[in-house]
């Protein structure tokens, strides 16, 4: 079994040597922009982890982890826009580069070609491959919408708020472990336990970033603290606070137009007189716990499944 120094490395070289076209550079200079800034890889991890754990080689799967990695990138493009967000894993985002034009556009060409990177070398799985990653787009869109309708709302629940975390982060994830899955030529079985692997990961990995926001160190996060708050979005801390604060002041902070650091720190403190932080913490173990129990129903190395495990461990306790 690779480790994930090794695989991190592999798809890296990979992305490296995407070839692009020279024109127009004002289309494509965004997108190389973009891919270079690194970030966690967790999805092409993924794919080549469980196509690596099934005793597959892993350059059968490398174009379909292209695929998703460039396709989550796309989405963190027109996602800054929509959030006009002004700095991406420490770097200024690509409409603040450029402009909102390109990066609608570039995002637009960054789409097209994760779906080509996800035919390619796909043989006679072309269209289980196509099902799968295109499915999963139509879910990551309607957890974007239902993310938007949210800023409207002040009755939001943390049922839905879970769903919609569902469908906008933890689909992709469990798309590319059953992509992985299906390169390898599992049973639907397999690649059914795999997913749900990724889905109870993406949850516990989207909740701690959403604690990350108002808790973590900037400098090792790579944006802004407090953004969240200032932007009065709907996560697991605001709307829990929102059904549990009886004081009066967190409702007075909604749309409220006050300094930032003063919101921040107000927020913040609320969230810790109802022991928020921890709580969300305790959420974040179980659904890791929820899915390494889905490797129970793999045959897999001892290797192969400590890999996995170590895997959720540690997306519970990251810093960045």
């Excluded at 490398?62 to 420490?90: C, S």
């Amino acid at each position: 079994m690779y480790t994930t120094e090794y695989l991190l490395n592999y798809i890296n070289k990979a992305i490296n040597e995407i070839s692009y076209s020279n024109k127009p550079e004002g289309l494509y200079a965004p997108i190389k922009y973009t891919l270079d800034g690194g970030g966690k890889r967790i999805r092409p991890v993924l794919t080549l982890a469980v196509c690596d754990a099934l005793g597959v080689d892993i350059a059968q799967a490398i174009n379909q982890a292209l695929g998703i990695e460039i396709y989550h990138n796309f989405t963190l493009l027109h996602d800054d826009v929509m959030d006009k967000a002004d700095m991406r894993r420490g770097r200024p985002t690509v409409h603040i580069k450029w402009n909102e034009e390109t990066a609608i556009l570039s995002g637009d060409a960054m789409l097209t070609m994760a779906s080509q990177y996800a035919c390619i070398n796909a043989g006679d799985k072309i269209a289980q491959v196509m099902e799968l990653f295109n499915r999963t787009a139509m879910e990551v869109y309607e957890g974007q919408q239902y993310d938007m309708d949210f800023e409207s709302r002040n009755d939001v629940t943390v049922e839905e708020y879970l769903n919609m975390i569902c469908l906008k982060t933890s689909v992709l994830l469990g798309c590319a472990c059953e992509m992985g899955a299906l390169m390898a030529g599992a049973s639907d079985e397999v690649k059914d336990a795999f997913y749900k692997y990724g889905v109870k990961l993406g949850l516990a990995f989207q909740l701690q970033d959403d604690y990350l926001d108002t808790y973590g160190d900037p400098v090792v996060f790579g944006k802004k603290i407090g953004g969240d708050i200032l932007n009065d979005k709907k996560t697991w801390l605001l709307i829990s606070a929102m059904a549990e604060d009886k004081s009066g002041r967190l409702q007075k902070m909604i749309g409220a137009d006050i300094a930032p650091e003063e919101k921040i720190k107000t927020v913040t403190a609320i969230y810790n007189e109802l022991n928020l932080a921890e709580r969300c913490h305790v959420l974040i173990d179980d659904y890791a716990a929820d899915a390494i129990s889905e490797l129970d129903k793999i045959q897999l190395s001892a290797e192969a499944k400590s890999f996995f495990v170590e895997l959720a461990q540690k997306s519970c306790r990251r810093t960045h």
